[in-house]
């Protein structure tokens, strides 16, 4: 039975380009390469590498650039490799000395998922702590809700095909509102 070599790009917004990962995956001679923009902590919203999981057989390699593209939390990415483990199937990382066909490899895995864990918990942290102290001086407020007609603006324009960044510089809603509209838009 033949094996494959799948791989797996993600960017974490819609204005970056997984075509940096593209091209480092299709060196490293991947059958097909899956791509996708999303963030988060998890899986959930990333169909592309649910189709990856799916397509994965015994011996089959599955292969990112970094963990990180993979998964973002420790539980995530301990899940993953756990699945892809009973399954027999293999792990690499073109950036990293990961192959989880050599025990070498394993242990490198585990180590840079705790890290990354470690890194998202650091920033966390500190996002909320310069929140309160914001908070103390009277300075942050949080956003006023934006109105139901630029949102509704926002979505029509998304709908006929305008990039984000010419939806922002259109109707003057800030970018980090447009993408969660834009989100929004896709999950539902």
Do not use: W
């Not at 990180?68 to 990382?93: F, P, T, W, Y």
């Not at 029509?156 to 509209?181: C, D, W």
């Amino acid at each position: 039975m033949p094996t494959h070599r799948y791989g797996y790009a993600r960017v974490s917004t819609l204005d970056q380009s997984t075509s940096i990962q593209r091209e480092a995956l299709e060196a490293a001679k991947c059958d097909r390469v899956y791509e996708e923009q999303a963030s988060g902590t998890s899986r959930q919203g990333r169909g592309e590498l649910s189709r990856v999981l799916e397509v994965l057989r015994e011996g089959d390699t599955l292969v990112v650039t970094r963990i990180d593209r993979l998964a973002r939390s420790m539980k995530d990415l301990q899940d993953i490799v756990h699945d892809l483990k009973a399954r027999g199937v293999n792990l690499e990382a073109t950036e990293q000395p990961i192959d989880t066909s050599t025990p070498a490899g394993k242990a490198f895995l585990d180590m840079l998922g705790v890290f990354a864990e470690f890194e998202t918990n650091l920033r966390k942290e500190r996002q909320l702590e310069g929140i309160a102290k914001a908070k103390a001086k009277g300075v942050y407020k949080g956003g006023a809700p934006l109105a139901e007609d630029k949102k509704e603006r926002v979505r029509a324009l998304y709908l006929e095909g305008m990039k984000p960044a010419q939806i922002v510089r259109e109707t003057g809603v800030g970018k980090t509102s447009v993408f969660k509209i834009i989100k929004e838009l896709r999950e539902s």
